[in-house]
């Protein structure tokens, strides 16, 4: 089946620090790729879509300018939080899709964030 | 808005089938319904899908109602490893839409 990897799975880092977590599809291409993020007992949150080769789309929100999306290849997508804060610890998820209709969304196992 | 209203919270026995109800009154035409499940810090974990017909497959079975404004998930025979939240999500066909997640249903797979 299609397996989406996330890395780190984990990370703890200093106030102001900039952090980056990869997002890859193993056994497909995936032209759109979405990132969520989830604050504990929530559900999870769209915060940006990020198509192959283009800019990524944000929702309402979610600063683009802190929270760099690139959408590099086919089978890679980065975020990076910058100048991080301690609000900025979350649990964030990556999910891709194979081609672009009618297929799942399959996620990565989660990114642990904590901003001390 | 989530487009789906779930139960908050289910237990089921080891063993017995799961029957994880889905409201979808407003439903359109053109939208499938996607069961996922997030396992506690674990991403959400896709499980199956359907338009109009009944589907399944090796982890679960959806039944969906002939007027499509309900669904039901069954796990055939629950295990404590199915201990979950599981999402009820409507998503338009032909698109690479984002994915919209209610608050689910926690389902309590006991001994």
């Known amino acids: 089946g299609a397996v989406v990897s996330q890395h780190p799975s984990w990370v703890i880092c200093k106030s102001g620090t900039s952090v980056k977590i990869e997002c890859r599809s193993l056994?497909?291409?995936?032209?759109?790729m979405f990132w969520y993020r989830q604050f504990p007992k929530q559900s999870l949150m769209l915060m940006a879509t990020?198509?192959?080769?283009?800019?990524?789309?944000?929702e309402q929100g979610v600063e683009k300018d802190k929270f760099l999306i690139n959408h590099a290849s086919l089978t890679l997508s980065t975020l990076t939080v910058t100048s991080a804060h301690p609000e900025d610890s979350s649990f964030y998820i990556c999910?891709?899709?194979?081609?672009?209709?009618?297929?799942?969304?399959?996620f990565g196992d989660g990114t642990r964030l904590s901003i001390l | 808005d989530a487009k789906t209203t779930q139960p908050p919270s289910m237990d089921c026995a080891e063993g017995r089938a799961a029957n994880l109800p889905c409201n979808h009154s407003?439903?359109?035409?053109?939208?499938?319904v996607y069961w996922y499940r997030q396992i506690h810090s674990q991403g959400p974990q896709y499980i199956i899908h359907g338009l109009k017909n009944n589907e399944t497959n090796e982890m679960a079975s959806l039944i969906i109602t002939e007027d499509r404004k309900s669904s039901t998930l069954i796990l055939p025979h629950a295990t404590l490893r199915d201990t979950a939240v599981y999402y009820c999500?409507?998503?338009?066909?032909?698109?690479?839409?984002?994915?919209?997640f209610g608050t689910g249903t926690r389902l309590q797979v006991t001994l």
């Open positions: 999500i409507v998503y338009p066909t032909g698109t690479a839409s984002k994915l919209t």
């Open positions: 990020s198509n192959e080769g283009s800019k990524a789309t944000y």
């Open positions: 999910s891709a899709i194979e081609g672009t209709q009618d297929q799942p969304q399959h």
């Open positions: 407003t439903i359109s035409g053109n939208e499938y």
């Open positions: 056994d497909f291409q995936a032209t759109t």
